[in-house]
T-cell receptor, first 113, second 120 residues
Framework: SQKIEQNSEALNIQEGKTATLTCNYTNYSPAYLQWYRQDPGRGPVFLLLIRENEKEKRKERLKVTFDTTLKQSLFHITASQPADSATYLC????????????FGTGTRLLVSP | DTGVSQNPRHKITKRGQNVTFRCDPISEHNRLYWYRQTLGQGPEFLTYFQNEAQLEKSRLLSDRFSAERPKGSFSTLEIQRTEQGDSAMYLCASATWAERGSLNPTDTQYFGPGTRLTVL
């Protein structure tokens, strides 16, 4: 069956370090992958999209990689700040028969000062 | 504010009562989604519309749940005979889906603030 896995344990890092979050998937061939940020009690907010033919995408302090062989995406936040503390969700879309997104369960990031 | 709006933001009801939530999407978006989210979990897909057509419902969705989008604009989600297990955050999202001629469409979704339902 199809599965999207994100680390369910919270990731604790110190301010200024690089946070790296992982999204693994099985039995799925997405055409693109997205990352969203969700703060407590609020809806997710779109951050970045990367397509299957792209290896890497950057936006300010954010970097996403997409390895379709490993079926994995890595999400990096460089020079992390306490304001980056949130839950980060990956979502897969596209591919045959999958025109809508499928979300992972998210990883909570805590950046301490 | 031209984002996705949801009403009410909070709803407390007694078990067995019916509840209805409303979602107003971004005006030019033709797709509208409903999700349910419980603590520590990602959004769980419930159903989605393209314009006024309901294209998919989750197989996990009970018959007590129904959604409409009568004019292809706002949508309502109704839960009949609520149960305590229905307590969750109900999220609505909208997106633009190019129905024709788009080489590489994506389903980038814009979420509302959610409606938190508590069933006592």
């Amino acid at each position: 069956s199809q599965k999207i896995e994100q680390n369910s344990e919270a990731l604790n890092i110190q301010e200024g370090k690089t946070a790296t979050l992982t999204c693994n998937y099985t039995n799925y061939s997405p055409a693109y992958l997205q990352w969203y940020r969700q703060d407590p009690g609020r809806g997710p907010v779109f951050l970045l999209l990367i397509r299957e033919n792209e290896k890497e995408k950057r936006k300010e302090r954010l970097k996403v990689t997409f390895d379709t062989t490993l079926k994995q995406s890595l999400f990096h936040i460089t020079a992390s700040q306490p304001a980056d503390s949130a839950t980060y969700l990956c979502a897969l879309g596209g591919g045959a028969g999958f025109q809508k997104l499928v979300f992972g369960t998210g990883t909570r990031l805590l950046v301490s000062p | 504010d031209t984002g996705v709006s949801q009403n009410p933001r909070h709803k407390i009801t007694k078990r067995g009562q019916n509840v209805t939530f409303r979602c107003d999407p971004i005006s030019e978006h033709n797709r509208l989604y409903w999700y349910r989210q419980t603590l520590g979990q990602g959004p769980e897909f419930l159903t989605y519309f393209q314009n006024e057509a309901q294209l998919e419902k989750s197989r996990l969705l009970s018959d007590r749940f129904s959604a409409e989008r009568p004019k292809g604009s706002f949508s309502t989600l109704e839960i009949q005979r609520t149960e305590q297990g229905d307590s969750a955050m109900y999220l609505c999202a909208s997106a633009t889906w190019a129905e024709r001629g788009s080489l590489n469409p994506t389903d980038t979704q814009y979420f509302g603030p959610g409606t938190r339902l508590t069933v006592l």
